[in-house]
């Protein structure tokens, strides 16, 4: 008897028929659940949905990412204006923190349109003297992320040159990194040839000030700076002056630890 042969073209046609009807069974059966159920299980992806979203705005309202200060859509909460705050993240992570605090000092007028920073959600203060005799130009906190007291005087006399060099003490309560710096503001004046024509000493022009950090939360520092108004080079505000002012200033400084 001879041995039938294999059609295989007929054997995948028949397989492949019998997916489609298991197929058009599998549809059916789904239609026939969403028509029976479809309105339930709409109702529970949607609150699903809804408990999901509640959820990550709870997250928003009470608690920043890694404890930072929460940030309701461009908005910090319950932060108060004599808080020092800043943004230890970056622009696409921003995660704002209390770094201190800072009461205005006697004598002194806060200037709220003064621009210290490009985030607007950044806390700082800026104060100047009430007396117009007084040689202090201004007062100015601020938080400093990611770096500490004595990196940041070394960065700044990296920039305005050594001066008196950078210290460490006690001042106003505070153990703080700080320097004594003077500049020279004299503008050049040239001649027809467009030459440099150096100012004599007594026409020469400066200001000073002081520069003092320390050190709080999230590896950053405060920065709390006492600048003087133009004079004579000759006669710039000296350190000691300025030291007396800041034994006024920094006690009213608290620093978060």
Not at 107 to 130: E, I, K, R, V
Request: proline share 4%; aromatic share 10%; charged share 25%.
């Amino acid at each position: 008897m001879a041995k039938k042969k294999y059609d295989y073209r007929a054997a995948q046609a028949h397989k492949r028929n019998q997916q489609k009807i298991a197929d058009a069974k599998a549809k059916a059966k789904q239609k026939e659940f969403f028509q029976k159920y479809g309105k339930q299980v709409i109702i529970g992806v949607v609150a699903a949905i809804v408990v999901i979203v509640a959820i990550w705005l709870g997250c928003k309202w009470f608690v920043g990412p890694g404890g930072s200060i929460p940030n309701w859509f461009g908005t910090l909460r319950n932060v108060e204006e004599n808080w020092i705050v800043t943004n230890t993240g970056t622009t696409r992570s921003p995660k704002y923190f209390k770094l201190g605090e800072y009461n205005a000092p006697e004598g002194y007028t806060l200037d709220p349109d003064y621009a210290g920073s490009s985030d607007p959600l950044n806390q700082f203060q800026y104060y100047t003297p009430n007396d117009e005799a007084s040689p202090i130009e201004s007062l100015y906190v601020s938080g400093v992320k990611n770096t500490s007291a004595a990196d940041m005087i070394t960065n700044v006399l990296g920039l305005y040159g050594e001066n008196g060099g950078a210290k460490q003490g006690t001042i106003g309560g505070h153990d703080v990194h700080y320097a004594y710096i003077t500049m020279d503001t004299t503008v050049d004046q040239m001649d027809e040839e467009g030459n440099v024509i150096e100012a004599a000493e007594e026409d020469k022009t400066g200001t000073s000030m002081l520069v003092m950090y320390t050190d709080t939360v999230q590896d950053s520092c405060i920065l709390v700076m006492i600048s003087t108004k133009e004079t004579p080079l000759a006669e710039v505000v000296a350190e000691d002056v300025l030291l007396a002012e800041a034994e006024k200033v920094l006690p009213l400084l608290t620093v978060e630890k």
